[in-house]
């Protein structure tokens, strides 16, 4: 039971979503459907066209699904999105899901287009499907009659699209001047012109021969044309694409350019096809902030918009959160190397590993078969020893955790620790593996896996890395993993420098207006970082609640205005270092500790370099 009880903790299997607002395209029969194609349904692994999506196809009564940002950080803007896959299927979770949940965190709607797919009999593969095309003018017309319910301006509706969505979003953005449909009601009589236009490695621009291969790289497709009204266009490539060639963007930008259309268009030297939002460590995951600046210069939308209506949990928090400190500013400043530390009013705690009194610093020590004094060099931070966890390859769970307890119970706690994944570190899915802050009311147990914090129980902060799939470059971005009251999930949330949380949900993290959104992070391997958080308690009554994060001295995540508890009493009682797998089938992993203080005020890195190999 002690080897797993970190674990079961922190343990986050699957997770349920939030339900947004979904709303039919259509009030009745589907305009220019045809043939019969079965019930709607997620492809299975064994015949998806790729292992990392969501898959969905065999749809024939299309759908909006509405995921709205929350009201103190709305711009006013929304974003229908198009998924790709070809006209066959529809990448649902990859090109869907998560790009809503990306422009949530900039303030924008996103609203994502469930199509018909897949391609009804007799419609050949070298040409777009014609029916999609409907169900998108038809969305833009919903949106625009629905902007004054949903706190939308009806000139800031956009279309952005992937793959065959991208083909999808640009021609809705130039065959707005007549619908594909017989008007069905008043929502018909609204514009369908989006006023702008994202595509990220749009295919189908360029023709194809009767076997669906590009032909003819150097104009565009006959079925596509320009016209004069066409909105502005962004448009996103990879060079290495092998699905849908680059040059389906290049000769797209030059006749926008010809056409006197606003157009920007970011080319990458590799990426490949369908990289969606998720971050890897290649330049391309970065289009996201290059649209964001686009979106700004045009006035479309913002970050924090700075005339939105200020919340309740802003008005309770008056005087906003103060300014993080950084660098070399904190405790460790005075005490070159750390030497002598611990003799700091403000410090709790301190062990740099040098001493072999373990079991008299920590209160426990689990699963001690694991875990060793590390000696070699390079598993070693500062001086001549470090912590080392170690989670041997296989099925079963297991948890390595060093716990303290902080017996007297405090409002805020600052916990810093140098770490180093080891050189070969490869897990996939539920792992704990950094530092976390709890507090836990008298009588509560210890380990309540999947009992929601409710205010008076227990409220938790692990600093640690996520990585859902094998697309995400190990260890997986950092991230701090929370049970709070308001959490999501049975099982606590994510949240992401960038204001993403998982699990996936319609609504960013609510962090008020004063959240600043920065870039999501992934460690290097076999390097050693000097990470630091701070939990702060929230005063009762008040949204006043805190998390920060600093790596190296630098802030890399803030998220203000949390609510943490109702009762005054439930303190921040402990502290942990672990390292924790679900089901490490791929290796053994290991994970190193070293230089840990835990403070009632900012740390900051070790300030003798000397000390660090």
């Known amino acids: 039971m002690l080897s797993v009880i970190i674990g079961l903790l922190l343990v986050c299997p699957g997770r349920s979503a939030e339900e947004p607002v979904v709303l039919p395209v259509w009030p009745g029969a589907v305009p ?7 019930p709607e349904r997620v492809r ?10 969501k898959w969905i196809t065999s749809v024939s009564k299309p759908t909006l699904t509405v995921f709205r940002p929350p009201d103190d950080t709305h711009t006013g803007t929304a974003i229908i ?18 790009v809503a949940a990306w422009l949530n965190t900039v303030g924008v709607t996103g609203v994502v287009l469930k199509y018909r797919v897949p391609r009804r009999p007799g419609q050949p593969e070298r040409l777009p499907a014609p029916g999609p095309l409907l169900d998108a003018q038809r969305a833009v017309s ?30 809705t953005a130039t065959r707005f001047d007549e619908r594909g449909y ?49 909105p502005p266009i962004f448009l996103v490539h990879a060079s290495d694409d092998s699905v849908a060639g ?6 797209m930008y030059q006749a926008l350019k010809r056409a006197d259309v606003p157009a ?7 990426g490949g096809h369908g990289f969606g939002v998720r971050k890897n460590n290649l330049p391309c995951s970065g289009w996201t902030d290059q649209c964001v600046a686009w979106l700004q210069a045009q006035g479309l939308a913002v970050a924090r918009p700075s005339k939105a209506r200020p919340s309740k949990r802003q008005d309770d928090a008056r005087s906003g959160p103060a300014p993080l400190p950084e660098g070399q500013t904190g405790i460790a400043s005075r005490y070159p190397g750390d030497r002598g530390i611990e003799r700091d009013p403000a410090v709790i705690f301190h062990d740099d590993f040098e001493r072999d009194d373990l079991r008299q610093k920590w209160d426990n020590v689990f699963h001690q078969a694991n875990i060793r004094i590390a000696a070699e060099p390079e598993n070693v931070n500062g001086g001549q020893r470090a912590l080392e966890f170690t989670v041997p390859q296989k099925e079963a769970e297991v948890s390595n955790a060093f716990v303290k307890r902080l017996k007297d119970g405090y409002d805020t706690i600052f916990l810093r620790f140098y770490s180093r994944f080891d050189p070969g570190f490869d897990q996939i899915g539920s792992s704990h593996n950094g530092g976390f802050l709890a507090a836990i009311a008298p009588g509560v147990p210890f380990a309540t896996p999947g009992v929601r914090a409710d205010g008076r129980n227990k409220f938790i902060a692990s600093f640690e890395c996520w990585r859902a799939d094998a697309r995400t470059p190990s260890p997986g971005e950092l991230n701090v993993y929370c049970y709070h009251p308001e959490q999501r999930d049975v099982f606590g949330d994510h949240f992401f420098p960038s204001g993403k949380v998982l699990p996936f949900s319609s609504r960013p993290g609510s962090f008020g207006r004063e959240f600043v959104a920065r870039p999501d992070i992934i460690p290097e391997l076999g390097r050693w970082y000097c990470f630091e958080f701070m939990l702060k308690a929230n005063t009762v009554g008040q949204r006043d609640g805190r998390i920060a994060c600093w790596v190296d001295g630098k802030p890399i995540a803030d998220f203000p205005n949390l609510k943490l508890r109702d009762v005054d009493t439930l303190k921040i009682n ?25 403070a009632t005020a900012y740390v900051g890195p070790l300030t003798d370099r000397s000390k660090l190999r």
């Open 142 to 171: 919903i949106v625009r009659s629905r902007a004054a319910e949903w706190g939308i301006h009806s000139n800031r509706i956009g279309i952005a699209g992937f793959s065959a969505g991208g083909h999808l979003a640009v021609s």
């Open 44 to 53: 299975a692994p064994s015949e998806a066209p790729t292992k990392d999506a």
């Open 32 to 38: 220019g459907d045809h043939g019969t194609i079965g």
């Open 264 to 270: 920007e268009l970011h080319l990458y030297a590799q």
């Open 574 to 598: 402990f502290a942990a270092l672990d390292l924790h797998i679900k089901s490490n089938k791929l290796r053994p992993n290991k994970k190193g500790y070293d230089d840990v203080v835990i």
């Open 246 to 251: 680059a040059e389906n963007s290049l000769l």
């Open 182 to 230: 017989e008007p069905i009601d008043e929502i018909d009589k609204v514009s369908c012109r989006p006023d702008f236009a994202i595509a990220v490695y749009p295919g189908y621009f360029v023709e194809q021969n009767p076997a669906g291969r590009e032909t003819n790289t150097t104009v565009l497709a006959p079925y596509m044309w320009i016209p004069k009204a066409t």
């Open 81 to 98: 999105i198009c998924p790709g896959g070809g006209y066959w299927n529809l990448a649902w979770d990859l090109e869907g899901e998560e």
